[in-house]
C-alpha cells in the first residue's frame, strides 16, 4: 500500500497521530478480510463486504492525508 509515497508515510506514521490510527486500523482490516478469504475465519458476505468497504474508506483517507502532506512540502 503506497509503495511510491513510502518516505511520506514513514513521516506521517512518526509524525500524525491520525495517519497512525488509520494505518493501523487499515492493518487490522486487511489481515480480518485475509483471513476470512483463506478460511480461517468465517463471516457471512455482507459482513465481509463491510469489512471491505470500511479498510477502502481508510485506504481513501489516508490517501487524502498523503496528498496534503505532498501539497504541503513542496
Not at 468465517?42 to 465481509?48: I, M, Q, T
Amino acid at each position: 500500500m503506497f509503495e511510491y509515497d513510502s518516505e511520506i508515510v514513514s513521516n506521517l506514521l512518526a509524525e500524525n497521530k491520525d495517519f497512525r490510527r488509520l494505518f493501523d486500523k487499515h492493518n487490522e482490516l486487511k489481515k480480518k478480510v485475509q483471513n476470512v478469504n483463506i478460511g480461517m475465519d468465517a463471516v457471512d458476505d455482507f459482513s465481509l463486504e463491510n469489512l471491505k468497504k470500511e479498510k477502502l474508506l481508510l485506504k481513501d483517507r489516508m490517501a487524502s492525508m498523503i496528498e496534503n502532506y505532498r501539497q504541503a512540502h513542496v
